[in-house]
């Protein structure tokens, strides 16, 4: 009897404590973990909220990349850090193929975190170094085919979008390519560029520059629509690849158990965000626009996060793709 009250007593305790410092939230530096190195497209669209989001909440938010095993690292540094608002998550589509990649994983993408919203749903494009010998899609498949002993492709690791992206690329064209595994696709384009690997998949975030630049060739873009800032640029399914689609949409998230009021809060600051003039503007210049405020919100994100999970699992299942 009195151990139980003694319980209560303590759960009390413990309720007005998180009340306490869910109103004086945040009065301190957030971390928003990526899991992903610097300079790649998800760090983009990091960086961006950050600041937008610094901006609402009158605080900093600073980023911290944790990139390696296509994202999973990060994500369970992130599962694991503590649930009081100052360390939040910001991550893609590798949150649901997680899962069904990885026979073992440290944390579970849903039990784990407190979702707080869904971000943009960004197009791929298939690009590849400057000199590549091939001039559109038609003789890139061609090439590919011919060389696929010696063509390289590189990824950010197992479950990222870019493995995603290639692992369904390789099954449409039945041939297997030699893959280059980088931290995160920012460290895959500085390669890229310089010409060290043939070929990659990524984000329009992380390529628009690059192919209005010209610094790299582009094939198509993965969406069923061509992308806005890119109009010249044909969808794979126009150039040759029917049925072949990939988006990746970014997530927002708090560890399991961060307080509902501090979780809100953020919500309501991505939300801001996501409606900032300088947000919005640079998204469009980088091929892609902030989700509705109706999907910047935790229930969105959480019944999206599941619905992924079960459609990706029998694709994976079938591509036969997976990791310890
Ligand atoms: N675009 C990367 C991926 O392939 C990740 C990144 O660096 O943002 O998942």
Avoid at 292 to 299: D, S
Wanted: glycine fraction near 8%; proline fraction near 7%.
């Amino acid at each position: 009897m009195k151990a139980a009250l003694l319980r209560s007593v303590a759960c009390l305790a413990l309720a007005a404590s998180a009340m306490a410092q869910a109103q004086n939230y945040p009065d301190r530096t957030i971390t928003m973990i990526v899991p992903f190195a610097a300079g790649g497209p998800t760090d983009t669209v990091a960086r961006l909220l950050a600041q937008s989001m610094g901006k609402t909440l009158k605080q900093q938010i600073i980023v911290e990349n944790v990139g390696g095993a296509g994202g999973t690292i990060g994500a369970a540094r992130a599962a694991k850090a503590r649930p009081d608002g100052y360390t939040i998550f910001l991550h893609h589509i590798g949150q649901s193929t997680a899962p069904s990649l990885y026979r073992k994983l440290s944390y579970d993408p849903v039990a784990a975190f407190e979702p707080i919203g869904l971000v943009t749903d960004v197009p791929m494009t298939l690009v590849a170094r400057k000199d590549f010998p091939a001039r559109d899609f038609k003789e890139f498949l061609a090439y590919v085919k011919a060389n696929k002993d010696k063509v390289t492709y590189a990824n950010a690791g197992l479950g990222s979008a870019s493995h995603l992206c290639g692992m369904l690329f390789m099954t449409a064209i039945g041939t297997d390519l030699t893959t280059v595994p980088y931290k995160g696709t920012g460290p895959a384009m500085n390669d890229l560029l310089g010409g060290q690997v043939d070929f990659m998949c990524d984000q329009t975030t992380n390529t628009t520059s690059q192919i209005k630049g010209g610094k790299i060739k582009a094939y198509g873009v993965t969406t069923r629509k061509r992308v806005p800032s890119l109009p010249n640029l044909p969808t794979l399914n126009e150039a040759g690849l029917p049925g072949f689609e990939v988006a990746v949409w970014h997530g927002m998230y708090a560890p399991k158990s961060t307080p509902k009021p501090v979780v809100d809060q953020l919500a309501g600051a991505l939300r801001a965000a996501l409606k900032d003039p300088a947000v919005v503007k640079r998204f469009a210049d980088l091929g892609t626009e902030p989700v509705p405020a109706t999907r910047a919100t935790p229930e969105a994100l959480r019944a999206h996060l599941q619905a992924e999970i079960a459609r990706w699992k029998p694709i994976i299942t079938k591509a036969g793709a997976y990791a310890d």
